[in-house]
């Protein structure tokens, strides 16, 4: 993995070996440029590159591709998220060009939640290509410059492929035999569901290094502060393929309330320093969810930054 | 087979309130054995009619019938002289039947009196589920005989996506996760490293994509 495929800072900043930090922001439901920029702004430093979501949850929004452009304008770094729920094969082969275009140099090939979730439950779903076949195509487009058609690409797209992974999902058996799937597709990083099961996600990543997985992709591992003990009662209970620990959870519920916000950063920064020194992590995406404005203290006091020049 | 439900009453009788003889046209099929269109419902179907244009002081002649298929040229000639008898005809066969109908007595409303929901199985008494979504290609060979075209909510041919939870789907906890089942069966079968080969990019214009769908036989046709 020496040479780069695009001009990505995050492709540079992993490839070098540092840990690679990555953050993410939803776009508005809305046409506000604003409120992406302004949470683009207050990580900018903090992080190699920014996910910016595709539609999460099946809830309307600014289009993932117009938000990149957003950022990408005020000189951040964004990774285009694609869900293949709302487009077919034709229209993300023309995102994705148009995300080149701009030189938009990364992204992450979703499947997308179910839109029965959003707020048009009574819509059609594409599923065209599944998330493994988006990156398959991605690769296509940028390693032999052509389309899936077969036609030659005038200019193929540059871009920095990545996929997702959940280390907790049912059935536990194909964790890594999935992973190693994506990567066989062509995903060059892997950003996984959020971890609060440090000795689950241990074991995980153990398999992918003894499965030589880690040779052939960065994981970054993904985070997610808990705001309170009912976000992390929530995230429990409700939110499927994610596990949470009763000690979590007691940890929290045995601070004030006021004080519960504060002791979920703790928890954060200690994962991600735990982490830091287990073998094949490549890197962390930190999910502030509607609280980017945290992200640079996390980075931070996980000592995290400075960001590495590339 | 092709599985249907009975249309709710208040729809029916919106459809053929403004005729005033109407026959109701069963399917001795699919319909029958799943219990929405045949001549047991054609019956019940009639009566309640009857009963409601009655209680209305309507007089309708509601008319009963049922056909072998209707979707067979041979089974729906069986209906030629006695067409004209009525205003309209409400048809419980699957959408085929009601169409095939409509074809061949052109100055006849056909109404349907199912909706049809997909090609299934009965699971269980009073249980019909989806097996088929007919996409023209068919991965069963691939997939250890589970069909993740009309089992998985998003056809996901390399599965399972991340919200599969203790073998239940995401979009609820009553539909069985598609993976989660061809995942056991590879087990089973001991193929599981069939499950690494990665399902390349499907050709759907098999599948509805590609416009109305024929099959032509030389060797059968006449």
Not at chain 2, 12 to 22: C, L, S
């Amino acid at each position: 993995m020496s040479e780069y495929v695009s001009n990505s800072r995050l492709e540079r900043v992993l490839k070098a070996g540092h840990l690679g930090v990555t953050s993410e922001c939803g776009p508005p439901r809305g046409t506000d440029a604003e409120e992406v920029k302004k949470k683009g702004l207050l990580i900018k430093d903090h992080v190699d590159a920014v996910n910016v979501t595709d539609n999460q949850t099946a809830m309307t929004r600014m289009s993932s591709l117009a938000a990149c452009i957003h950022l990408k304008l005020q000189g951040i770094e964004p990774v285009l998220q694609m869900v293949t729920r709302d487009r077919n094969r034709v229209a993300l082969q023309s995102d994705i060009l148009g995300a080149a275009s701009f030189d938009i140099p990364n992204m992450l090939c979703l499947s997308g939640d179910h839109q029965s979730f959003g707020d048009c439950a009574q819509g059609q779903n594409v599923h065209d290509l599944d998330s493994m076949q988006l990156v398959q195509t991605v690769r296509h487009m940028r390693d032999e410059g052509k389309f899936l058609g077969g036609d030659a690409i005038k200019q193929p797209p540059k871009i920095f492929v990545g996929a997702a992974a959940n280390p907790f999902a049912d059935p536990f058996e194909i964790r890594i035999p999935r992973l190693a799937k994506k990567i066989a597709c062509g995903a060059e990083f892997i950003q996984t569901q959020c971890i609060y099961n440090l000795d689950k996600f241990k074991e995980w990543m153990r398999r992918a290094v003894d499965r030589g997985l880690t040779e052939k992709t960065f994981i970054m591992a993904g985070m997610t502060p808990m705001k309170s003990v009912g976000m992390a009662k929530y995230m429990k209970n409700k939110v499927p393929g994610m596990d949470v620990p009763e000690e979590i959870i007691n940890r929290l519920a045995g601070v004030e309330k006021k004080k519960q916000a504060e002791e979920g950063i703790n928890i954060c920064v200690e994962h991600i320093q735990e982490l830091s020194e287990i073998k094949g992590v490549a890197g962390f995406h930190i999910m502030a969810i509607e609280w980017e404005e945290k992200v640079p203290e996390i980075v931070e006091r996980s000592g995290l930054y400075p960001r590495p020049k590339v | 087979m092709i599985i249907a439900e009975k249309k709710p009453i208040e729809e029916i009788i919106q459809e053929v309130k403004d005729f005033d003889r109407i026959l109701i046209l069963g399917c001795n099929e699919c319909v029958t054995v799943c219990e929405a269109g045949g001549k047991k419902e054609v019956e019940v179907l009639a009566s309640v009619l009857r009963m409601y244009f009655m209680a209305q002081g309507q007089e309708k002649t509601i008319g009963e019938r049922t056909l072998e298929r209707q979707c067979d040229h041979e089974y729906l000639e069986e209906i030629r002289n006695i067409i004209d008898d009525y205003d309209a005809v409400v048809s419980l066969a699957c959408g085929v039947g009601v169409q095939f109908a409509a074809e061949k007595y052109l100055t006849t409303p056909l109404l349907p009196g199912v909706n049809t929901i997909c090609l299934g199985a009965n699971e269980d008494r009073g249980l019909w589920t989806e097996r088929c979504q007919a996409c023209g290609t068919c991965v069963l060979a691939r997939t250890g005989g589970i069909c993740p075209v009309s089992r998985c909510a998003k056809r996901v041919l390399n599965g399972p996506c991340g919200g599969s939870t203790n073998g239940k789907c995401e979009i609820s906890k009553d539909t069985d996760c598609a993976w989660q089942l061809i995942i056991d069966r590879l087990k089973a079968l001991d193929k599981m490293d069939d499950y690494e080969k990665v399902a390349p990019v499907k050709d759907w214009s098999t599948d509805r994509a590609g416009g109305p769908r024929t099959v032509i036989r030389e060797d059968v046709k006449i």
